[in-house]
């Protein structure tokens, strides 16, 4: 896999974990919501991928949500450092192609 197919693959999964994350947050409420998480696998041609969502197995009060708060403010900053990290690997990558083919003209 080439540069901007590894980033692509880590712009999709960071999408998909603050989707998840997002909805975590959202049904903090609901009652018996249980909070959910990506699950991601590093492919061997290099990037990753989102081999599924599963359940927080951590245990929610009688009647509550098991969303812990700090726990998606976190995970919700990781996604968007892994998305702007990902975003800059492109960003360089678009630059080095415009650079070469500067040389050659």
């Not at 994350?21 to 903090?28: C, D, G, S, W, Y």
């Not at 081999?51 to 700090?70: F, I, K, R």
């Amino acid at each position: 896999m080439d540069v901007v197919g590894i980033a692509l693959s880590g712009l999709r999964a960071s999408s998909a974990g603050l989707a998840v994350q997002a909805n975590n947050v959202a049904n903090q409420q609901s009652d018996g919501f249980k909070a959910k998480r990506v699950d991601l696998v590093a492919e061997a041609s290099g990037g990753v991928r989102v081999s599924g969502v599963s359940e927080d197995p951590s245990p929610a009060g009688p009647g509550t949500s098991n969303v812990d708060l700090a726990t998606e403010t976190v995970q919700g900053m990781g996604f968007d450092l892994m998305y702007k990290a990902n975003l800059k690997v492109l960003k360089t990558a678009d630059e080095l192609t415009k650079a070469t083919l500067d040389l050659k003209a």
